[in-house]
């Protein structure tokens, strides 16, 4: 059975940062890559980030350039999401997932076909 394991998140103050981790067990993802979604109440899921595992190339969504880093462990087959400057428009349940070809995702040209069950992040003024 595949999955996808999301954890770190919680509660944080304006300004502050989290660190997201999402690891895979079930199978080898060693030609996925992987991403982060979002949904804030009443909104759509929206692209966060994403990072080609085979060449580290990383994508990101344009409100989160410059305050968020993906980075991958292919050792532990491991994703991360480094958050900063954490703004309350950052609440969201946060997603992982996975795809063979996480390029078209991040342009959104397709959905990812691996989700993970979502972790909640909540930024307070």
């Known amino acids: 059975q595949v999955q996808l394991v999301e954890s770190g998140g919680g509660l944080v103050q304006a300004g502050g940062s989290l660190r997201l981790s999402c690891a895979a067990s079930g199978r080898t993802f060693s030609t996925y890559g992987r991403g982060w979604f979002r949904q804030a109440p009443g909104k759509e899921r929206e692209f966060v980030a994403a990072i080609s595992w085979s060449s580290g190339g990383t994508y990101y969504a344009d409100s989160v350039k410059g305050r968020f880093t993906i980075s991958r462990d292919n050792a532990k087959n491991t994703v991360y999401l480094q958050m900063n400057s954490l703004k309350p428009e950052d609440t969201a349940v946060y997603y992982c997932?996975?795809?063979?070809?996480?390029?078209?995702?991040?342009?959104?040209?397709?959905?990812?076909?691996?989700w993970g069950q979502g972790t909640q992040v909540t930024v307070s003024s």
């Open positions: 997932a996975a795809d063979y070809s996480i390029q078209a995702v991040a342009v959104g040209m397709k959905l990812p076909h691996y």
